[in-house]
């Protein structure tokens, strides 16, 4: 796909690096652009863990962009991820988001394919072309990475390998929040539907986390030390002791919060990987969260939730209870965000900035060195999206 904008939509982008021009929010024609750009262009995005289609012939459905993709495990248990296209005339051939098959047939004119993506059969095929020959119609397939056992694609030729791309300070922390080797079990999704744009979704960031969520305050949690990393190609990585108190006398029930800390599980970690993938690990919950935009209007979230492959049984049933009662969109320490999200999209339709303060030190400088709960972390990444949306900044 061209690197080259199929849209010629622009933007003045102010003069400080700490103000965002709320329309970024709002316009829907910034979205071919980003499709193309951004979705299409030089970043790698995870499709699947292999936990999540752990036997032969299991499948998951996603999107790139708008693009339809499905990641399947062949016969010879690789895992592939293909355009759900026929080669055909281009019908779906997955609508399950998860499933299992040993082939895919299409249901307009019954082409079908193994799950190594060759076509086997298509009827009447006397009567096609002369040179037609099966082994051309084969899916199409995209330049694929594996991480700790989560599989990453992308459309863009020239992004540098996955690890370079996510650099050292993104790449150690996530393979913990894999458990470390990605030997993991996938436990179940939680998907909600977010009513902002794309961009607001991922715009949240450390400084609001004790503020906005009550259960903070609630249950007596501070934050412990910690850091955040940020790159200049808009990966951000927090990670933080945790110290939960022993006194909790809101819950009646406070072993939800028991942070049993396994070897490959110590800590708080959350990160944002470019464009949208946050992957977080707080006590004992293990998650990705795959984001989909539906347009320049919502957004699609898959919370997945995952245990360890050497977690005994009294493990596992904590890493469930605490995952379906503490994350997510009715998360005891997250679910407010549902609200604050569609609150900020429809505040976004006034005109003027959004403006980010804490822990800027100078409006006029791009900052990499960030506190642990600075919200200037968000900048580096404001700062990518708008070099690849080709925005000029005002002159200061
Ligand atoms: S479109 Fe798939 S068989 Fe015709
Ligand atoms: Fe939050």
Redesign the pocket.
């Known amino acids: 796909m061209s690197q080259i904008p199929n849209n010629s939509a622009t933007l003045e982008w102010p003069a400080k690096y700490n103000e965002v021009p709320k329309e970024v929010f709002e316009r829907a024609d910034l979205w071919p652009k980003e499709l193309e750009n951004i979705f299409y262009g030089a970043e790698w995005h995870p499709i699947v863990h292999q936990s999540e289609i752990p036997n032969i012939g299991d499948y998951k459905a996603a999107d790139l962009g708008e693009i339809p993709v499905f990641a399947v495990r062949g016969e010879d248990n690789k895992i592939r991820i293909f355009q759900n296209a026929c080669t055909h005339r281009g019908t779906t051939l997955v609508t399950e988001s998860l499933g299992n098959k040993t082939e895919f047939e299409c249901p307009y004119h019954r082409w079908l394919f193994s799950p190594e993506g060759e076509l086997v059969g298509c009827p009447n095929s006397r009567e096609f072309t002369p040179d037609f020959d099966k082994k051309n119609f084969s899916l199409p397939t995209f330049r694929t990475e594996e991480f700790c056992g989560l599989y990453f694609i992308t459309m863009s030729e020239t992004v540098a390998p996955l690890k370079e791309y996510l650099g050292e300070n993104f790449y150690e922390p996530l393979s913990r929040i894999l458990g470390g080797d990605g030997r993991l079990k996938f436990i179940g999704y939680q998907k909600v539907h977010y009513d902002c744009n794309w961009k607001a979704y991922c715009d ?1 960031d450390g400084y ?2 004790p503020l ?2 009550l259960a903070f305050k609630m249950l007596n949690w501070q934050g412990g030390k910690g850091v955040q990393n940020v790159s200049e190609n808009g990966h951000l990585s927090f990670e933080s002791e945790l110290k939960i108190p022993d006194d909790i006398t809101a819950l009646k029930d406070a072993s939800i919060l028991d942070f049993k800390g396994t070897e490959t599980s110590t800590g708080s970690i959350v990160q944002m990987q470019f464009p949208l993938t946050v992957y977080s690990k707080h006590m004992d919950m293990l998650n990705i969260r795959y984001a989909f935009p539906k347009g320049p209007k919502g957004i699609e979230v898959h919370y997945a939730y995952f245990t360890h492959e050497d977690d005994d049984d009294e493990m596992i049933a904590h890493r469930i209870r605490q995952s379906s009662n503490l994350l997510g969109p009715s998360g005891l320490i ?1 679910m407010e ?1 549902a609200s604050v999200f569609s609150r900020i999209d429809k505040g976004n339709k006034t005109p003027g900035m959004a403006i980010f303060q804490k822990g800027v030190k100078d409006e006029y400088q791009l900052e990499l060195q960030v506190g642990q709960n600075d919200e200037s972390g968000n900048l580096p990444r404001w700062e990518h999206y708008r070099k690849l949306m080709g925005f000029k900044r005002a002159e200061a």
């Open positions: 949240n609001h986390a906005l969520h997250s965000d």
